[in-house]
């Protein structure tokens, strides 16, 4: 499957979407945790800097965060330092194992970001340090949507690229762009997910749809939930809902998409 780890070694998984509103964090996070589930040591890291946020979903308070991947970039502590144990979200006696990187949400921290920018280099240098220290099994980054230097340097370091849209002409053609730069330059291996269906569209005709348009693979189809919207962003959907047609309980994406989780 295309989360498998291969010869023990760890996987980097970039998830990313052209534009916002895509869902993209809440995705990363239901992935992230059914993997935790499974025995995976796995640590997300938020590099989405000007507009972060995926934190909430793990109820990481912003009052508890003493250092952010901001300080770590900045030479302001070792990457250690700014990772959080977030498996409370399963549970006060669950024994799965996540860890959250976060970016700090103080304005003056992301001004800086947008006016000075970062060391891209040194990112990366910290995604290796990350796995090492905590034995990985996974490394999750949640990019920044669009396409900018440093988001392209997520993707370039990642094993895996999953790109997430929503049936929606925006949506189509902006993802049309991600595809070809990744292409242009070589990127990991590649694979769509398509967020928010309808009920009305088939799962698979819809994914067919979309894999014959870009010449990818989809991943799968995430169909529209009620609960999704009512949960809005207070917890993990998959660990809130575990029964819902939108939760998984492998390492697949959907039941409704094309992909049935064999594949390598």
């Known amino acids: 499957?295309?989360?498998?780890r291969e010869d023990g070694m760890s996987k980097i998984i970039a998830i990313h979407s052209f534009?916002?509103?895509t869902r993209k964090s809440n995705t990363t996070a239901n992935l992230a945790c059914l993997l935790a589930k499974k025995g995976n040591r796995v640590r997300v890291v938020d590099t989405d800097i000007q507009s972060p946020g995926i934190h909430v979903l793990f109820n990481l308070d912003p009052k508890n965060i003493t250092y952010s991947l901001n300080d770590f970039l900045w030479?302001?502590?070792?990457?250690?330092?700014?990772?959080y144990d977030v498996s409370g979200v399963f549970g006060p006696t669950a024994g799965e194992k996540l860890f959250l990187i976060p970016s700090s949400i103080r304005t003056r921290d992301i001004a800086r970001v947008l006016h000075y920018g970062y060391d891209i280099n040194l990112l990366k240098e910290g995604y290796q340090k990350t796995i090492?220290?905590?034995a990985l099994d996974y490394l999750f980054i949640d990019t920044h949507p669009g396409l900018n230097e440093e988001t392209l340097m997520s993707i370039a370091v990642s094993d895996v690229l999953l790109i997430i849209?929503?049936?929606?002409?925006?949506?189509?053609?902006g993802t049309a762009v991600t595809v070809e730069v990744s292409r242009a330059l070589e990127f990991p291996r590649m694979f769509l997910i398509v967020?928010?269906?309808p009920a009305s569209l088939s799962g698979d005709a819809l994914a067919a749809k979309v894999a014959a348009?870009?010449?990818?693979?989809?991943?799968?189809?995430?169909?529209?939930?009620?609960?999704?919207m009512t949960l809005g962003s207070s917890g993990i959907f998959c660990l809130q809902h575990p029964d819902?047609?939108?939760?998984?309980?492998?390492?697949?994406?959907?039941?409704?998409?094309s992909w049935d989780g064999s594949r390598d």
């Open 19 to 21: 534009r916002g509103g």
């Open 213 to 228: 348009a870009y010449n990818c693979d989809v991943a799968g189809v995430l169909p529209h939930a009620d609960e999704m």
């Open 244 to 257: 819902s047609a939108s939760s998984h309980s492998g390492t697949g994406i959907s039941p409704t998409g």
């Open 1 to 4: 499957m295309i989360l498998k």
């Open 75 to 83: 030479g302001k502590c070792g990457i250690d330092r700014a990772v």
């Open 165 to 173: 849209l929503r049936p929606d002409q925006q949506d189509y053609q």
């Open 195 to 197: 967020n928010e269906a």
């Open 132 to 134: 090492e220290q905590l």
